[in-house]
């Protein structure tokens, strides 16, 4: 049923107790693969160089340490574990890559690190829930 799960990650406490509710889901039910998405935005090209590069390095340092601890989080799998990082909007790109991919489920924190951490539901889970062509579990 949900053979292709994707899980959409940026550091924050909701989305790091997605992954590990995503990865006791994934051995249930023995899942085929697990990709793990970091989305972040895009960097400002009025930056300039070379704050620019800085910058687009900076983000993708911090995306790295974003998937490893995301991956502690999953524990081990049989299941083939994917990851990817992506410059762009956020929702769009969780989006696009469980089109592309056909994912079958997006599991994803409640609120991430965004300005509005206080509101029930972020802004980028509520566009996702929206959005998804498949269903999502928003974990809190």
Known sequence: MFDRILLAVDGSD???HAAKIAG???RAIHA???RIVVAYEPVPAYLGEPNLQN???ARLDESHDILKEALDKVGQLTANVQD???EGPI???IINVARTRESDLIVMGSRGL???AGAVLGSNSQKVVSEAPCPVLIVH
């Open 55 to 57: 910058a687009i390095d």
């Open 91 to 93: 929702a769009d790109a």
């Open 84 to 86: 990817e990082i992506i």
């Open 114 to 116: 965004g300005r509005w």
């Open 24 to 26: 006791e889901m994934a």
């Open 32 to 34: 085929k693969e697990l």
């Open 14 to 16: 909701h989305a790091l």
